[in-house]
């Protein structure tokens, strides 16, 4: 066998290769380096559908991440989808009647939150609920929607190309 | 001899084998704590199995990855998602190809080495002596072996990933002209550290079942010439075989329990 002196170098830059390797890979290749550190406030948003949007989805303003979906839940009282996003304290001046709506990111790209600024002077603060809201577009609805306005009569009431059905959630 | 009788017989073999190897990594699991007194041992170890196979995981990391980006992308091309090479790169590599790949590299290069070199102790009767010395060969010369093995196996694979993940990109990038920042952003913004998580973990169970066969083949050899080659093809065989019945239980398990 070689000298020791020569064994512990290789072994060392062995081992620290795999460490760099794995340190490359988990910093990297993932998408955790957006995570929203120590200083962060909560809100929150009721839907009517969420789509396929999941806990960890970028929320994000003028297509900038400013913060995570921190957890979904059920609400059984009002039967909507409540969205619970953590928000990096960086962005404090989110307008109170800002407008929330679920995007989908390119083709095949998953759902995030897209958050429109509104006018208002008050600014977000933590445990705030963001009351407009705008829903995941859910293709099957477009379409029959789609189908429904080509073939359907004339005299039907026109409430199907209100497609941006914006909800006011907190009745 | 009737049918029914070498059925029986193949099985009992069977099971006999499952017990004794059990058997033998219950003990070089209780010499793992005093196999930790000698640190040294245990670093020549990480040497010959890790840092000696460092080249070959390389290369092959390299190749892999270029060869898996140039496949990708004849398929991603037909549905015009040729951006989504790098997530489906980068998964591949993660989840199984490296930890697979990386294990029957490592079984062909280690596991052999390891299985040879206990083979040719045994069959110069020098684990005899030392057992006359009142040295145990499991704590001397297997624990550390075994040890060794499983710390670097897992290292190998994350290096092959790495490698393999920046000859995806090269190819895709840089010869088929795939866009480099949907490339990198699209397979950031899809893979999770549980994806890490998972290739690590499997470089583990990896590691420890080709190391647990090579040693256990080395010590068991018949004690001739022909006895050890025989452990040492055995070893890459089984080794081979039980990497891909792991694999398979393993990511079973993992889908099972993700959400």
Partial sequence: ???????????????????????????????????????????????????????????SMAGVTVGRV??????????????????????????KDSDASIMTAGLLGGQYVGITAGGSEDYLKSGDRIEFVQDALILEVLINQLVANLGGSKDEPASKDDQSSTTEAGK | ????????????????????????????????PRAFARPGLIIDQIYNAGALSLIIIMICGLFVGLVLALQSYQLLERFGSEDALGTGAALALLKELGPVVTALLFAGRAGTALASEIGLMRAT?????????????????????????????????????????????????????????????????????????EGLIKGCVFGA???????????????????VGRATTRTVVI?????LILDYMLTAVMLATRS
């Fill in chain 1, 1 to 59: 066998m070689r000298s020791t002196r020569a064994v512990d170098i290789s072994t060392g830059s062995f081992v620290l290769l795999g460490f760099a390797a794995l340190f490359f890979l988990a910093t990297q290749i993932t998408n955790r380096e957006l995570s929203v550190g120590g200083n962060s406030y909560d809100v929150e948003a009721q839907f009517e559908n969420i789509g396929s949007l999941k806990v960890g989805a970028a929320v």
């Fill in chain 1, 70 to 95: 921190e957890s979904i839940a059920y609400d059984q009282e009002l039967y909507k989808a409540v969205v619970h996003m953590r928000i990096n304290s960086l962005f404090d001046r989110l307008p």
């Fill in chain 2, 1 to 32: 001899m009737s049918l029914v009788g070498e059925l029986t017989d193949g099985l009992r073999g069977f099971v006999t084998a499952v017990g004794s190897v059990t058997v033998f990594l219950g003990r070089i699991l209780g010499q793992t």
């Fill in chain 2, 125 to 197: 009767d020098q684990l005899t002596a030392m057992e006359m010395m009142a040295v145990d060969p499991i704590r001397r010369v297997v624990t550390p072996r075994f040890i060794g093995g499983v710390v670097a196996m897992p290292l190998l694979a994350m290096i092959f990933i790495a490698i393999g993940i920046f000859g995806a990109a090269f190819e895709g990038v840089q010869l088929l002209s795939v866009d480099s920042a949907s490339f990198w952003s699209q397979m950031r913004s899809a893979v999770d550290v549980k994806d890490v998580m």
């Fill in chain 2, 209 to 227: 079942a080709c190391s647990l066969i090579a040693v256990y083949e080395g010590f068991n050899a018949i004690p001739t010439a022909e006895g």
């Fill in chain 2, 239 to 243: 080794s081979a075989v039980l990497t």
